[in-house]
Nanobody, 113 residues
Framework: QVQLVESGGGLVQAGGSLRLSCAAS????????MAWYRQAPGKQRELVAL???????TYVDSVKGRFTISRDNAKNTVYLQMNSLKDEDTAIYYC???????WGQGTQVTVAS
């Protein structure tokens, strides 16, 4: 059974930092690209960052220079380090295993100004 479990969300002041984690089970983690998406109230879900199985990364323009995606294949975990958080980063953040088409349950990030 495929499971993706996010953690690390919460309430943070603008300018602060959070690190999200997504622990995967039931998949061959090293074979799949992994991504973080987010969905703000009233908006469509958008891709935030992606890391390929080879370690290449891409980011949406609005988070470049502030967010860093990484992965630890030994721990079957993908991370999203979020620095210099802004109000507009408030959303539910989801991890996604591309090869399996599976989503995690999401973790809420709220940035207070």
């Amino acid at each position: 059974q495929v499971q993706l479990v996010e953690s690390g969300g919460g309430l943070v002041q603008a300018g602060g930092s959070l690190r999200l984690s997504c622990a995967a089970s039931g998949i061959i983690f090293r074979l799949t690209d992994m991504a973080w998406y987010r969905q703000a109230p009233g908006k469509q879900r958008e891709l935030v960052a992606l890391i390929t199985r080879g370690g290449s990364t891409t980011y949406v323009d609005s988070v470049k220079g502030r967010f860093t995606i990484s992965r630890d294949n030994a721990k079957n975990t993908v991370y999203l380090q979020m620095n210099s958080l802004k109000d507009e980063d408030t959303a539910i953040y989801y991890c996604y295993a591309d090869l399996y088409g599976k989503w995690g349950q999401g973790t809420q990030v709220t940035v207070a100004s």
